[in-house]
């Protein structure tokens, strides 16, 4: 079983900013691309920022140059820090994961997802 608890969400006012932390724990053999969602209630999930094992990135148009994914693969976590928030990022924000995993003694690919963290921005 992989797992992966995000933290860090909360309420901050419009221009101030946030780090949202995720970790990832249980039967890991490498974790691939690491990832942010958010999902506003009514719409569709959305991807926020991807980093790859390397650390090559990409983010959404709509929070380029305010947000910064990173990873740190020694502790199988991933961070969001965001800046210069808005009002329309608020939101649940999701963290995912491609894991690699062993299940009945052969590794596995799995698509894992956290719980979510709120994230309300304030104007």
């Known amino acids: 079983q992989v797992q992966l608890v995000e933290s860090g969400g909360g309420l901050v006012q419009a221009g101030g900013s946030l780090r949202l932390s995720c970790a990832a724990s249980?039967?890991?053999?490498?974790?691939?691309?690491m990832s942010w969602y958010r999902q506003v209630p009514g719409k569709e999930r959305e991807l926020v920022a991807v980093?790859?094992?390397?650390?090559?990135?990409n983010y959404a148009d709509s929070v380029k140059g305010r947000f910064t994914i990173s990873r740190d693969n020694a502790k199988n976590m991933v961070y969001l820090q965001m800046n210069s928030l808005k009002p329309e990022d608020t939101a649940v924000y999701y963290c995912?994961?491609?894991?690699?995993?062993?299940?009945?003694?052969?590794?596995?690919?799995?698509?894992?997802w956290g719980q979510g963290t709120l994230v309300t921005v304030s104007s």
């Open positions: 249980g039967t890991i053999v490498s974790i691939n691309s």
């Open positions: 980093i790859l094992s390397l650390g090559s990135t």
């Open positions: 995912s994961a491609d894991v690699d995993t062993i299940v009945a003694f052969a590794t596995r690919y799995l698509e894992v």
